[in-house]
Structures are given as structure tokens and as C-alpha cells.
């Protein structure tokens, strides 16, 4: 079963604008990751917040999260064509496997 | 450094036969994880091992699926019998340590054919 549920499905943006996803789940939860991928490159993964933590911030990306809604955003600022990838939200609950929404589909053209 | 790796890439099977995926996690990498992912889909967790210790096996879809990592380190992912549900993308990742917040390193991926 899926933990987390990402919206939208997809979005299409042009270089140079944001671009924002969302994840929601449903229990609770000892920290949020982000993951791209690609077909290049895999799964990789992007940030990683905790559950006592409500934002951080690594280059270009922005992780909220808010556990009293069970939500999470990663916004992606200033896109670039080289984003276009599946994101996906994976929550780690006992500490060992990671569970994976369905993800966003980002496309940006240039 | 090598990443994770695992071969074969590609592989295409006929239904009833039974097949072995490999993963070469990153040396000493602690954990190693399986996961299936489905077309569309999020990678979904098969099972989980600490060093040679297979501690999670709750994901396993059927008794046809079987994995082991004899000595820690490589694994092997052995599916019998193989249905046509079977198509997937096997995603195997490792970590340096085992608990919670660790981040997971991925390798490319098996895709399974099942004809």
C-alpha cells in the first residue's frame, strides 16, 4: 500500500517559473523525504525534513511540512529544463522501508 | 565512488520461468532494501535486510518471490514461476546505516518483462 498521495498527477511549466508539489499522508510520521527521477539517473533523493522541523531549504528546492494536517510541499524555484522528472514523497515510519507516493510528473520547456 | 548497481537492465522473461536479479550495493552500506515499482506508480517495498539478516520480508508479493544476501554485501532477488503481474521495474537501494531518516541510495533499476 501507498503511504503518500502527490498532487497534481502532473504539471507543465516553462523554465524560469515555480513549480509546486504536494504530498499528503496518512500516519504519523518520523521524517519526510523528497525524490526525483529521471530516466537518466534513477531515484535520487533531494530532502529530507523531520517531524519536529516545519521548513528547510536546499539550493533551489523548499520542503514544508505541516504534521498536523499531514502535508508536505516541495517548491521548486527558478525551474530548469533539466528538472523534468517524477517527484515523490516517501515517508519512514519504522525505520527501515521507505513508503513512496504515486508522484508528480514535472515537465518544464524551454 | 561506484553507486549502487544491478543487473541484468533489461530483462524479458516467458511466463514459468523463474528469474535472478542482482544488486551491488555500495561497500559497506549496512542496509539494503528492495523495492518493485510498477508503471506509474511509486516504488513499492519488498523487503529489507541488515547486513546479511533478512528483517522485513513483509512486502514479498508471493512465496515465489525470494531474495538473500548471503554475505552482506551483494543480494540476489529470485522470482519462480513468473506471471505476467510480474512486470515491473525491481529497484534495489542500500544506506550506511540502519533506523529511521537515513537516506537511501538507488541503483537504475531491473526492468522485468513477463510475456
Known amino acids: 500500500s501507498q503511504q503518500g498521495e502527490e498532487d497534481p498527477q502532473a504539471l507543465s511549466i516553462q523554465e524560469g517559473e515555480n513549480a509546486t508539489m504536494n504530498c499528503s499522508y496518512k500516519t504519523s510520521i518520523n521524517n519526510l523525504q523528497w525524490y526525483r527521477q529521471n530516466s537518466g539517473r534513477g531515484l535520487v533523493h533531494l530532502i529530507l525534513i523531520r517531524s519536529n522541523e516545519r521548513e528547510k531549504h536546499s539550493g533551489r528546492l523548499r520542503v514544508t511540512l505541516d504534521t498536523s494536517k499531514k502535508s508536505s510541499s516541495l517548491l521548486i524555484t527558478a525551474s530548469r529544463a533539466a528538472d523534468t522528472a517524477s517527484y515523490f514523497c516517501?515517508?519512514?515510519?519504522?525505520?527501515?522501508?521507505?513508503?513512496f507516493g504515486k508522484g508528480t510528473t514535472l515537465s518544464v520547456s524551454s | 565512488g561506484a553507486g549502487v548497481s544491478q543487473s541484468p537492465r533489461y530483462k524479458v522473461a516467458k511466463r514459468g520461468q523463474d528469474v535472478a536479479l542482482r544488486c551491488d550495493p555500495i561497500?559497506?552500506?549496512?542496509?539494503l532494501f528492495w523495492y518493485q515499482q510498477a508503471l506509474g506508480q511509486g516504488p513499492e517495498f519488498l523487503t529489507y535486510?541488515?547486513?546479511?539478516?533478512?528483517?522485513?520480508k513483509s512486502g514479498l508479493p508471493s512465496d515465489r518471490f525470494f531474495a538473500e544476501r548471503p554475505e552482506g554485501s551483494v543480494s540476489t532477488l529470485k522470482i519462480q514461476r513468473t506471471q505476467q503481474e510480474d512486470s515491473a521495474v525491481y529497484l534495489c537501494?542500500?544506506?550506511?546505516?540502519?533506523?529511521?531518516?537515513?537516506?537511501?541510495?538507488f541503483g537504475p533499476g531491473t526492468r522485468l518483462t513477463v510475456l
Open positions: 537501494a542500500s544506506s550506511l546505516w540502519a533506523g529511521t531518516g537515513v537516506e537511501q541510495f
Open positions: 535486510f541488515q547486513n546479511e539478516a533478512q528483517l522485513d
Open positions: 561497500s559497506g552500506h549496512v542496509s
Open positions: 516517501a515517508t519512514d515510519q519504522a525505520g527501515t522501508a521507505l513508503i
